[in-house]
């Protein structure tokens, strides 16, 4: 098996995902015009060859656009970019929407100091793409009118015509649309999330043995590969697929390991919204894996209970990563939710 210094990097950083112990101070949150001191920036090949908005404190967030038809905003998990989406999924979706995926701040290598990522920033940023690329304002589908500034946001569209929009976010993604969806109730019309947890004292952790086994080292690339595998793959899909260079197959920017660390933290010490998931009034699809290792399935079903008019879909024999594993049967149910047909 040869594996390539991309593979190796994404492993880990799947590695880093699932270590979800500890508790760190919160990291604090954008304040309307912060100022940007010392913004460090290094700008990947993929960035030079992408679109990119620019973030009010000065950070470049890269995005793609595919298919046409009503706006679905993808949200990643910890230390993706938006070149590991899985293609098949993304694909599938496009033929009827237009699916818009983009990159969490720092993920490319530009950083603010003083703006560190967080849960709660990532709900912010996500309402500054939205707002940038759906035509809409920066007072668009919040119940607080959203952000405040003395400096108002200069958009060549200022208005909310577009909105609702649709969100589908995977893992620590679903965790920031939640937050998005607490701030910004307005703007969502569907919300979609996927193997993720509400967060807080409601959460139901990953079993000791997953922590102590994410604790270890290795010496080769092989050992950090299998253990990845092991947790965010069923057994029986890696006796079916043998050769691991084949579990993850799409790949290209690598994230900055700054930002994975920062997104780490954030995910370590956010608070959760579980008191306002019953405020949440949009439309609602809550998938899991019944054997996702990583945010164990019971995550799911608590968050189905508590928003109103949630549906629930499990799928049987699947773990954490089952996007990779199953992208097109992931984005038939995502597809039939989102146009209002019912879910088998």
């Known amino acids: 098996m040869q594996t390539t ?11 880093i995902f699932i270590c979800m112990t500890g508790c760190i101070d919160n990291n604090k949150v954008q304040e309307p015009g912060t100022k940007v001191n010392q913004v460090q920036k290094h700008v990947s090949t993929e960035e030079k060859n992408s679109s ?3 973030t009010r404190d000065g950070i470049p967030l890269r995005y793609a656009i595919h298919g046409q038809g009503p706006l679905v905003f993808f949200v ?13 999924m993304i694909e599938n979706l496009a033929q009827n929407h237009t699916v818009i995926v983009y990159n969490h701040r720092g993920v490319s290598g530009v950083h603010n100091p003083e703006i560190p990522f967080s849960i709660s920033q990532g709900a912010m940023d996500l309402h500054e793409v939205i707002t940038q690329l759906a035509g ?31 969100i589908v976010g995977y893992s620590m993604g679903g965790m920031i649309a939640l937050e998005y969806a607490k701030t910004y109730p307005v703007s969502v019309n569907h919300l979609v999330l996927i193997s993720t947890d509400c967060g807080g004292t409601k959460k139901v952790p990953a079993d000791p043995w997953v922590i102590e086994e994410m604790g270890k080292t290795f010496n080769s690339p092989e050992k950090y590969l299998d253990r990845a595998g092991r947790l965010l793959l069923t057994e029986e899909f890696r006796t079916s697929h043998p050769d691991p260079s084949t579990w993850f197959v799409d790949y290209g920017e690598v994230a900055d390991p700054g930002a994975v660390k920062e997104q780490y933290e954030s995910f370590l010490s ?10 949440i009034q949009c439309r609602t699809l809550v998938i899991t894996g019944d054997q996702d290792l990583v945010i164990p399935p019971e995550n799911a079903v608590i968050i189905a209970d508590a928003i109103p008019n949630a549906t629930l879909v499990i799928r049987e024999g699947q773990g954490h990563g089952m996007i990779f594993v199953e992208p097109e049967e992931i984005a038939g149910i995502i597809g039939e939710f989102l146009e209002g047909r019912v879910l088998n």
């Open 5 to 15: 210094l991309t593979d190796i990097i994404f492993i880990a950083v799947c590695i």
């Open 136 to 166: 809409g304002n920066d007072r668009c589908g919040s119940t607080d009118n959203g952000l405040s500034t003395n400096e108002p946001v200069k958009y060549e569209n200022r208005n909310c015509s577009v909105l609702p929009v649709d």
């Open 52 to 54: 990119f908005i620019i």
């Open 76 to 88: 990643l998990g910890l230390g993706m970019t938006i070149d590991e989406w899985p293609h098949k």
């Open 270 to 279: 956010w608070k959760g919204v579980y008191p306002d998931l019953p405020s």
